[in-house]
């Protein structure tokens, strides 16, 4: 197998996803599954080519061959009609037109105790295993982990290829910071975990009033307006069907009352933020009694930075390693959490100078606290941590003046500015997406209506997908539905998008 030529194809953690010669064939007869997984391969800059069948993908497969284009890595459904995945497999295997044969990783929802009860399966067959839900940072270090020859590569028994720890978990996420929300779920999800947000007490009450609803275990944030976590879970636990659903706290304040009161309140336990994903990992399977597989975590070495972006940040007291081992290495949301603290660090300084009425000083400061730590902007944390603290006092009033905070949020503007200049972003194809007809059009823009409306992240793939058409119907509203999208804002996104749907009927 030509796993050795393969691997000088595949990026390392400090190189542009650009790896345009990596030629990917994804078999899979559920047409959503093949978009989902299609757009995965063009962000991490891979060709890919679909089938929706292994017979339509055996020629596919020769005919590349013979074009001197041969596909590289097969991403394969396991449970297909006539042909499953594995016999597919087989097939390729065996195939004499073949000379050099591709990766082949078999993507399921049913786990590898299935396959190997396959009676044509062989450990020989397969490189690897993806379960889904799949995700791009999953995908990437399966493919990485095999292509670069290490011992897993065939390794089926290896629970690093098949297994996340979280698979099959139905999380909600109470959380009114989007920052701590994109951060939880990205990191979970790529656990395996299914993530349920809301942005509010009420909105958490509201989702859990659902009869249908059915999770394993809530989030939950302390710090919230209106409603906060404590007395969120004291509502939650008077409904006699939700006394036992496990509550776990997730906040900045992390002293021993702080989790006296959490359990006070009804909540299982507690955990501080900025939080440590193996933590959260631990604690949810424990209160789930969710065994979880042995996984080695990308948190478990020092993630890989371009020296500029380190040197930069150490000589501005940036904690950027600390932050990325708390974010699995990825370096992509890090610098999409960046961007978020600019955004939260802009509106804070904008009522701050506007001294508006009512303002909540102690929340404000506790949110920026929790930001601006979990990006590693450690100056910024400690002093909106002291004006938390303070807050409430007459004598901080004095001592601490507001403009103290003011300079503290402009100066990590300033840094945040030039930091995201070390961002690598892909330049757009030359050659954009196939224009979709209209009415497919319409129903994918009511496809993701629907995604938005359940707060369903398969949206973000999705509102990507149709990007190009959307803009070609209004710009302008284009560019909000996707910036709202970008910060999870889905009843904002929905409300543009439900603009965007009259113009197209119009």
Request: aromatic share 4%; proline share 6%; net charge negative.
């Amino acid at each position: 197998m030509p796993l050795q030529q393969l691997s000088e194809q595949l990026i390392t953690p400090t190189q542009n996803n650009a790896t345009s010669d990596f030629h990917v064939l994804i078999v899979d007869d559920n047409a959503s599954a093949r978009e989902i997984l299609h757009e995965m391969c063009i962000t991490l800059g891979w060709t890919a080519d679909c089938a929706p069948s292994a017979a339509q993908a055996l020629p596919m497969l020769n005919m590349a061959q013979r074009e001197n284009s041969p596909y590289t890595l097969l991403l394969v459904d396991y449970k297909m009609p006539t042909m499953d995945g594995v016999s597919f497999a087989e097939l390729v295997r065996n195939n004499p037109e073949l000379p050099f044969a591709p990766i082949i990783v078999m993507v399921t929802a049913h786990g590898r105790e299935l396959l190997t009860k396959h009676q044509s399966f062989s450990s020989d067959l397969l490189d690897g295993f993806l379960i889904k839900p799949v995700t791009p940072d999953v995908m990437l270090k399966t493919v990485q982990t095999i292509a670069h020859g290490t011992p897993e590569k065939t390794d089926i028994e290896n629970p690093q290829l098949i297994q996340q720890p979280l698979h099959g978990l139905q999380i909600l996420l109470v959380e009114d910071n989007l920052t701590n929300q994109l951060v939880a779920i990205e990191l979970l999800q790529a656990e395996g975990a299914t993530i349920t947000p809301a942005e509010s007490g009420e909105r958490a009450l509201e989702i859990l009033a659902n009869p249908d609803a059915n999770f394993d275990v809530i989030l939950m944030d302390i710090q919230m307006p209106q409603i906060d976590g404590y007395e969120t879970t004291r509502r939650i636990r008077k409904n006699p069907a939700l006394k036992q659903v496990p509550i776990i706290a997730m906040t900045a304040n992390a002293l021993p009352s702080d989790k006296a009161s959490c359990l006070a309140a009804g909540m299982n336990d507690h955990i501080a933020k900025p939080f440590s994903l193996q933590e959260v990992i631990d604690k949810v399977c424990h209160y789930c009694q969710h065994q979880p597989q042995t996984v080695q975590h990308s948190n478990a070495g020092k993630p890989l930075i371009d020296a500029p972006l380190l040197a930069y940040c150490n000589k501005n007291n940036i904690g950027i390693n600390s932050a990325l081992l708390r974010l699995g290495g990825n370096l992509a949301l890090y610098f999409k959490l960046a961007r978020q603290l600019q955004q939260d660090i802009e509106a804070a300084v904008n009522s701050l100078t506007a001294a508006e009425p009512g303002l909540n000083l102690q929340l404000l400061c506790h949110s920026l606290k929790s930001a601006a730590a979990t990006v590693g902007f450690s100056d910024l944390a400690n002093t909106a941590a002291r004006f938390e603290q303070h807050s409430a006092t007459a004598e901080s009033a004095a001592n601490l003046p507001p403009q103290l905070l003011v300079d503290a949020c402009q100066l990590s503007l300033e840094l945040l500015v030039a930091l995201l200049q070390f961002e690598v972003v892909n330049e757009p194809s030359a050659v954009g997406p196939a224009i979709i007809n209209s009415e497919e059009l319409l129903e994918k823009m009511q496809t993701l209506q629907r995604h938005l409306s359940n707060a369903n992240m398969s949206a973000t793939l999705l509102s990507e997908d149709i990007q190009n058409e959307l803009i070609q119907l209004d710009a302008e509203l284009a560019k909000s539905l996707a910036e709202a999208i970008s910060i999870l804002a889905f009843q904002d996104a929905a409300a543009i998008l439900q603009q965007l749907l009259n113009k197209k009927s119009e």
